[in-house]
């Protein structure tokens, strides 16, 4: 067990050291300083109507930072979701141990 879990932290600081995480770190700083596009989110989040938040996606993705940022966004969570489907195929089970 021992073993897995240092490959494990080899793993994670792998990643944090990777083109992924500098580019996602990046784009996401450079959204986050633009006031027009966080104003852009908080109407999104806060939106029940879908013909205003369709607009409000269609403004955020003419950015291209937000683009950018959104890209390296869904790399990183489709390989971490491909990391735990390979674990729970490998464990046979979805549960925590600790958490039984």
Do not use: P, W
């Not at 083109?19 to 300083?33: G, M, P």
């Not at 006031?35 to 029940?48: A, K, T």
């Not at 996606?57 to 790399?75: A, G, P, R, V």
């Amino acid at each position: 067990m021992h073993d897995i879990i240092l490959k494990t932290y080899e793993l994670i600081d792998a990643l944090d050291d990777s083109d992924l995480i500098a580019n996602l770190t990046k784009y996401k700083e450079l959204v986050v300083k633009d006031r027009n596009l966080m104003i852009l989110l908080d109407r999104g989040n806060n939106s029940s109507d879908v013909e205003e938040i369709r607009k409000i996606k269609q403004e955020l993705y003419s950015n291209d930072n937000y683009k950018n940022y959104m890209q390296y966004y869904n790399e990183l969570f489709y390989m971490v979701m491909n990391y735990n489907m390979r674990i729970n195929k490998i464990l046979g089970t979805r549960s925590c141990f600790k958490c039984e």
